[in-house]
């Protein structure tokens, strides 16, 4: 986020759109992730938190969230919190999110991938054009 | 020509949505019990649907947005799950009701038990899911609903006293028979099946599936007004009819076939045929809307990437829940429940739901950060708050109503 660009980051962010950077939708603004500047004197965000178990824990079910959470990551394959999108990935903000990069590579898409790999791939008919 | 199939997305919607087992049902029933006297309540409930119908294409046409991805970004994520939870319940209810419809229409042509037919009928309802592009799903359901004609036909068949149903309608009185509480459950019900939520969650995914734009807000009136007053036409016939033929020999509509008798009565076997193609197409017309609905709420409130315009591996989520909603539908049917419970039972927890969808589409289509200059007008956002107003009032009177009467008895 470009330096004095103060946005009401709750009224903004949360609840938006995630939309990666070929416009395919991955996920919601499910909570934020805030941190402080060097010199202690001001909050920014720094990173969007994107799946079920970041909404369970904002909507106070903390366990069942932290349980969600634990779940997301034993289907995301990589390493660190599948949930975590790191702010300076985001390009633009409207009213949806748009973020530099793509829908194979953000854990916010992880259990769509698991669910087409082990799911829906297996039917036949699952990847012809519907048009 | 183009532009006439295009209309199809309302009749689908008017056909599949508006006129679907719960308006056969409650029409069919209302007509017995209350002859024409809660005709109003079918004409409030099509001036609400067209309203915020209307409205929700707008938006979606305008902002690429559609509506449950507003109720969560306006309502926040609370009351967002609080109305997904209600709504996927609802959605789900209306599914099984029609499954069973279809397996009813079918069983009508075939003459073996509906029960039979379903696991038939859930099998086809997936699999036009799964390969049938939207548009020739629309045009193909929303052409062969248009069979439902035949209750007009048999109307005008009959030659009824016009000027008396006219009046009829015109001074709706509660019947001796009946307490003011099933008269007021009866028209809640009405009210309901006609602004039942699905329709604005299939009519707004409708639009951005078939990729709307501001070039396309004509088309979204046309849709609006031409769809619903031909659904509100086609349920004001059905409850006609048994008000001529049920009401005066004390018959009481308790399953669907019984709604195509009237028919039968008054036109013959070819009408009868028809008919059984229209009720076959709108109840499977209604069971993609809210097989799809719900996995658009859910895939909404989600983030999920959703549609049929993509293929199912690209939007294995949403995919995965229209599935799972299928059939968990057929199992529900197969259990043996009855599908007119059902089906009274889904129109009338809509109606208790109503607010907390409707509210933020109103709020939306007044924001110029999504609309632009396409914003409501002072006469439109009048007559959208005394729905507001109307839409609490039913919803609070709802579930008291349902306690009172015992479910309308």
Same mark, same amino acid.
């Given at each position: ?33 805030? !941190? ?5 004197? &001001? ?12 909404? !369970? ?15 997301? !990551? ?28 793509? &829908? ?23 990847? &012809?054009?519907?048009? | ?14 056909? #599949? ?18 002859? @024409? ?7 409030? #409930? ?10 929700? #294409? ?5 902002? *690429?947005? $559609? ?8 309502? =926040?994520?609370?009351? #967002? ?19 069973? =419809? ?11 038990? +509906? ?5 038939? %009928? ?35 068949? @009959? ?19 009946? /307490? ?15 602004? /039942?939520? +699905? ?7 409708? %639009? ?16 609006? +007004? ?7 036409? @086609? ?26 008798? $009237? ?7 070819? %009408? ?5 193609? *229209? ?5 499977? *017309? ?8 719900? *996995?658009?709420?859910?895939?909404? +409130? ?40 059902? /089906? ?10 109503? $607010? ?44 008291? @109503? ?8």
């Amino acid at each position: 986020m470009s330096a004095g660009r103060t946005l009401w980051a709750g009224l903004r962010l949360l609840d938006r759109q995630l939309v990666d950077r070929n416009g395919r939708m991955a996920g919601c603004v499910d909570d934020l992730e805030l !941190a402080t500047t060097e010199d202690g004197q &001001h909050l920014y965000v720094s990173a969007i938190l994107s799946g079920p178990g970041a909404l !369970a824990q904002r909507l106070r079910r903390r366990r069942y969230g932290s349980w969600m959470r634990g779940v997301h !990551a034993l289907v995301s394959p990589g390493e660190g919190d599948p949930t975590r999108i790191a702010f300076n990935l985001v390009s633009d903000i409207g009213d949806h999110i748009t973020v530099a990069a793509d &829908h194979e590579e953000l854990g916010s898409a992880s259990a769509e991938r698991w669910v087409r790999d082990h799911v829906i791939a297996h039917i036949p008919g699952s990847g &012809h054009a519907p048009e | 020509m183009k532009k006439m199939l295009q209309v199809t997305l309302c009749i689908l919607t008017a056909i #599949g949505g508006f006129v679907d087992i719960g308006d056969l049902v409650a029409n069919g029933e209302t007509g017995a019990r209350f002859k @024409l006297g809660l005709a109003w309540a079918v004409i409030v #409930g099509v001036v609400g649907i067209i309203v915020y119908a209307e409205m929700a #294409g707008r938006v979606a046409a305008v902002s *690429g947005r $559609p509506v449950f991805s507003l109720v969560r970004e306006r309502l =926040g994520p609370g009351f #967002g799950l609080a109305n997904l939870l209600a709504s996927s319940f609802i959605n789900f209810l209306t599914l099984t009701a029609e499954i069973a =419809g279809v397996a009813i229409a079918l069983s009508m042509a075939a003459s073996v038990s +509906y029960i039979v037919m379903v696991p038939l %009928a859930a099998v086809v309802i997936w699999v036009v899911i799964w390969r049938l592009p939207f548009e020739r799903m629309e045009q193909l359901f929303g052409l062969l609903g248009l069979a439902l004609l035949a209750f007009v036909v048999a109307l005008v068949k @009959l030659g009824p006293d016009w000027g008396h149903l006219f009046s009829q309608a015109a001074h709706p009185a509660v019947p001796k028979e009946e /307490t003011p509480f099933t008269y007021a459950y009866f028209a809640i019900a009405l009210f309901g099946a006609a602004m /039942t939520p +699905y329709e604005v969650f299939f009519f707004s995914s409708g %639009a951005v599936e078939e990729h709307w734009t501001v070039k396309d807000l004509a088309l979204n009136r046309a849709n609006v +007004y031409i769809g619903f007053p031909l659904g509100a036409f @086609l349920s004001l016939s059905i409850m006609a009819l048994t008000t001529l033929v049920f009401a005066p020999r004390s018959i009481s509509v308790d399953a669907l076939p019984q709604v195509a008798l $009237p028919v039968a009565f008054a036109a013959g076997k070819v %009408a009868l045929a028809c008919l059984i193609v *229209g009720i076959f197409a709108a109840t499977f *017309g209604a069971a993609l809307e809210t097989a799809l609905s719900t *996995g658009y709420c859910i895939g909404q +409130y989600l983030g999920w990437e959703w549609g049929k315009h993509v293929r199912p591996r690209e939007a294995s989520r949403f995919y995965l829940v229209v599935t799972v909603a299928v059939l968990l539908g057929a199992l529900a049917v197969m259990t043996g429940v009855d599908p007119v419970k059902v /089906t009274e039972y889904s129109i009338v927890l809509s109606a208790a739901a109503l $607010p907390l969808t409707y509210f933020p589409i109103l709020v939306v289509s007044n924001d110029r950060d999504y609309m632009g200059d396409k914003t409501n007008g002072p006469v439109l956002n009048f007559l959208a708050t005394v729905y507001l107003v109307i839409i609490v009032l039913v919803a609070v009177a709802t579930i008291p @109503l349902m306690i009172i009467t015992k479910g309308g008895a």
